[in-house]
Each structure stands twice: as C-alpha cells, then as structure tokens.
C-alpha cells in the first residue's frame, strides 16, 4: 500500500471527535486508508445489500452488533443510520467510535449536518498527491505522462492501462451516480454534457452556454453538474470576495480533480498527444489546483483556494487566503520561462499592497528561480513547497 498523507490526520481526529467521516471520489482509496488506519474496528459496507437491507429494517439491531464501533463503507446509503448514531455516540463518550466513509459528498454532508453536527470530523481524500507517488518512487517522471495517466490508486497498485480503465471508471461509477441521484433519461446527452465539460476546463463557469451546447436546459445542466460535483469529478473554484477597487469577475471557473479522467474524456488515448494538444495547459492549470487542494483536505481542512480577475482582464490563477495574509499562484505549462509569465503576479501584488506575499509561479520547467520577490516552482516540487 502507498502510504497516504492524510493517514496521519484521522489518527489524530479519532482521538478528538466520536465519529470521523472520509469522503472522497469512488476508487481514491478511502476504504483501504480506513481498514489501514482502523483495522481494529469491525467493517461493514452498506453498498452490500443484506447489510444495507438490515440497517435499514433495524437500525438498532444493526448498530448493537458493534459495542466498540465500526468502519462503515458507503454510510450515504442509510442516512436514516445518522439519527441513531447520535444517540449512540452520545450515550457513549468515547472518540473514534465510528468511522463513516462515502463518495457521495452531498449525500453524508446532509446526514452528517442533520443529525450528526458537532460530533464529526471531515476529511475528503482524492486520488494520490503527486507527493504521495513520489514517496514512494512509483511518480511518473513526465509531464505528459502524468497528465495522462491521473492519479486514481488502481492505475498505481496495479499498473493499469488507464485509457481502458477511465473507460470503465466512467461507465461503472459516474454513469451509476447519475441514475442514484437525478433521473437521466438520455445518458447519452449526459455523456456529452461531461465530455463538454472537460473541454470548458479552466474556463468561467457559463451554465446557460454549456446546457445549449449539450441540448439540454440550464436546469438540467445545473443539476447534472452537481452529481459531478458530488462525485468528486469537479469543483468549482470561487472568484475571491476582494476587490481592491476594481470590479471583479464573480463568476466562478471549472475544474476537474482528476486529469487522467480529464484527458479521457476528450479522446486523449496517449501521453505523447498531449504535447500538441490546445487543452494541454489547461490540464496542467486543473493539476496544479488539485494538488493544491490536496494538501489542504489531507490536513482535513476546507480549501482557502480561489482565483482572482477584475474586469479591465488582470487576473491570478490561483489566490491562496491565509487570512492576514494572500499568496497569488501563477501556473504556465510551458518548459522555459519567460519574463511575461510574471507580469500577472507583479501587477496584482502591486495593487493588493501590504496583504499580498511574495508569488508563486508553477510552471512545466525543471529550475527553480527567483525574480525578484518571486519564486518560479518547477512541477515536480510543488509538494514539497510552502503552498
């Protein structure tokens, strides 16, 4: 098992908080981390469905085979458990008790906020850190490389072709959430709004237009893409609040937390068809942000991440808020840099004054430098920066 950094997280908040809830994408490891972590604890998984089946028709009886607690896999099938587990956790006393896991963020969020508030940590576990191969020296060492082949833990563990397994990554999860949570009729036309998606990555968010290209209405194309939303197969990154003085673009722009599922999705078959490819910058754009949020979740934090455009075109791809304190990102995929990769960075940090802290610029290259208050990241060392 490659270790994972958020490990080390849940071990602390089980010693602080009686039931602990990872959440994440299906197929991100959050199962084998908590049998890892927890391997002491009884495990169940409700998608089984005699287990589902009797948690549903006794709650109580079900709940009374674990004294000590259990891992329960899957939790968002029986919201209708939450309730129960309250009082149980608050009978009881004890940290750690229960450890709930779930793919569907806006599934448990709900259950947990409803029933469960104040007696739960969260913690939203990805797909593996570019840090967490590089550990473990299993890291691919091209950018195209891992552009393509993503960081989803079965490619990893078993050297899997990832053009076959997206392809059935698609079908067997994405497909399967949809027809869970909304009531697709035409899965082609939703197969299509994904696929559109992935190609308005990195882009502000326009539900109008993409609900039209995929000829479907805004409704629709709201709700469908809050399944992706709930699958962890997108987010969306906000535009920050501030505006010092000018106005800003309050829209907010698409992402994808996987770039391997991104690349397959618009036909991408082989590393080496990135090197030519008009999305390629934009892959890397929704890599670094990814990333980024990783470190946050791992330390089961929210994400402080957003990015910054005034209507007059400045713009920074990334704002770090650290509170007294903002840190604008720059990502170019390119290889070389130029000194216009900068110009971004000086201009905002001239009109933030005393909040801004020096830049960043992550880019395609292999040499870290400085110009002036500014540090160009190479690729490879954005998991060990401090951003």
């Known amino acids: 098992m490659i270790a994972r950094t958020a490990a080390a997280t849940l071990k602390r908040l089980a010693g602080q908080y009686p039931v602990v809830a990872l959440t994440g994408p299906r197929q991100s490891g959050k199962t084998t981390l908590a049998r890892a972590v927890f391997g002491h604890r009884p495990y169940v998984s409700l998608e089984d469905p005699d287990q589902r089946e009797f948690a549903l028709a006794d709650p109580r009886a079900f709940l009374r085979q674990f004294p000590d607690g259990a891992v329960l896999d899957e939790a968002q099938r029986c919201p209708e458990l939450f309730s129960y587990l309250q009082t149980l956790v608050d009978l009881d006393g004890r940290m750690g008790r229960f450890i709930l896991t779930g793919s569907q963020q806006f599934g448990l969020l709900a259950g947990i906020t409803q029933s469960l508030a104040g007696r739960v940590a969260t ?42 397994w997206y392809g059935n990554y698609v079908q067997s999860y994405v497909e399967r959430d949809v027809r869970q949570m909304v009531n697709v009729r035409d899965l082609t036309a939703f ?20 609900g039209a290209d995929a000829g479907i209405t805004h409704n629709t194309a709201k709700a469908w893409l809050s399944v992706l939303e709930a699958s962890y197969i997108v987010h969306l990154l906000p535009s920050h609040h501030r505006n010092f003085r000018k106005r800003v673009v309050r829209a907010p722009k698409l992402y994808f937390f996987d770039t391997g599922l991104a690349a397959w999705l618009l036909e991408i078959r082989t590393a080496s068809q990135l090197r030519s490819h008009p999305l390629r910058g934009a892959l890397f754009e929704s890599w670094v942000v990814a990333e980024l949020m990783k470190k946050r979740f791992n330390r089961g934090q929210r994400s402080n991440i957003f990015y910054w455009r ?41 009109l933030a004054g005393e909040v801004a802290a020096p830049g960043r610029l992550v880019y395609g290259g292999e040499q870290r430098q400085s110009r002036g208050a500014h540090a160009a990241i190479p690729w490879q060392e954005l998991s060990h920066t401090d951003i």
Not at 142 to 163: F, K, M, N, Q, V
Not at 191 to 210: D, E, I, K, T
Not at 311 to 318: K, M, T
């Open 123 to 164: 913690v939203s576990l990805l797909p593996f850190s570019y840090g967490e191969l590089a550990r473990a020296d299993r890291q691919p060492r091209d950018l195209d490389a891992l552009l393509y082949t993503g960081l989803y833990p079965p490619i990893h563990d078993r050297a899997l072709e990832p053009s076959i």
């Open 191 to 210: 197969q299509r709004f994904v696929r559109l998606c992935a190609g308005r990555m990195g882009q502000l968010l326009n539900l109008s237009g993409l």
């Open 310 to 350: 005034d209507r007059s075109g400045l713009e920074v791809d990334v704002l770090i808020d650290e509170g007294d304190t903002m840190i604008p990102v720059e990502i170019k995929a390119g290889t070389t840099l130029n000194s216009d990769f900068f110009q971004g960075l000086r201009r905002w940090t001239e």
